[in-house]
């Protein structure tokens, strides 16, 4: 039941993010869109653990094979995933950078996607993808001559370095960034990409992440046992209520 109230929150979550937004910039960005993913995973979730809790307690073998079928599928998806991602780390980072230009090229159509764009460059401390001149791809960003925008040649705000008793952002601070050559531009911004910066997190922090991937496992793996375990109980129960029927029908018992 906590799982399925869960996946439930998440659920109208992702809706009411949905609903919050302007048709044009949703579909716009649908790809990289967080509400998508708790939408996705919350429906997912509940149906899952709806499998499995009716099942047990209507000792109904169909939705608990259903249960223990897409536990098992989602844990060697995650399996599968965490060996490819070792075995194809360059393709793997070749998708991420994929979905990184998708999301500058769709920095201001969509607040959600902004917001979750300037908290990665501000923890990370990165600019772009594999560069602070990637939001070049950005029709407000780039540096061509026709681009009307105040923002022309510039890089959001979240680029910027930031100084410990700093108490007012300067939104603005990331003016004309572009068109600065790395030196200069490392005075006032981060110029690595937070592709690099995001494979040198994941490399220092291989335990943390192993232990997640296993917290994560486990349940999985004792859901799926269990569940095996109640579907051979009630198929035992079945053969001894027919044996004793079959008794009970004999002349000679």
């Known amino acids: 039941m906590p799982l399925q109230m869960i996946s439930m929150v998440m659920v109208a979550v992702g809706v009411y993010a949905r609903l919050m937004k302007h048709a044009e910039a949703a579909m716009a960005c649908l790809a990289v869109d967080p509400a998508i993913l708790l939408i996705v995973v919350g429906v997912l979730m509940f149906l899952i653990t709806f499998c499995g809790c009716i099942g047990s307690l209507r000792e109904n073998i169909c939705l608990l094979q259903t249960f223990s079928v897409c536990l098992t599928i989602v844990f060697l998806l995650q399996l599968a995933a965490g060996v490819l991602g070792f075995v194809f780390s360059d393709k793997a980072r070749g998708k991420v950078s994929e979905i990184i230009n998708n999301a500058i090229v769709h920095y201001r159509d969509d607040l959600d996607l902004q917001n ?3 908290f990665g460059q501000k923890e990370f401390s990165c600019c772009g993808g594999i560069s602070y001149k990637d939001w070049s791809q950005n029709m407000y960003f780039n540096c061509t001559a026709d681009n009307p925008s105040r923002e022309r040649c510039s890089v959001p705000y979240s ?14 601070c990331g003016q004309g960034m572009q068109a600065m050559n790395y030196l200069e531009a490392s005075k006032f911004i981060y110029t690595n990409g937070c592709i690099d910066k995001l494979v040198n997190w994941i490399h220092s922090n291989l335990f943390l992440l192993g232990g997640i991937a296993l917290g994560l496992a486990i349940p999985q793996l004792v859901g799926i046992l269990l569940s095996q375990i109640l579907i051979n109980q009630i198929k035992d129960q079945v053969k001894l209520q027919l044996y004793n029927q079959q008794h009970r029908a004999d002349p000679w018992y």
């Open 116 to 118: 979750l764009i300037d």
């Open 159 to 172: 680029c910027c370095l930031r100084t410990a008793d700093e108490a007012v952002i300067n939104t603005m």
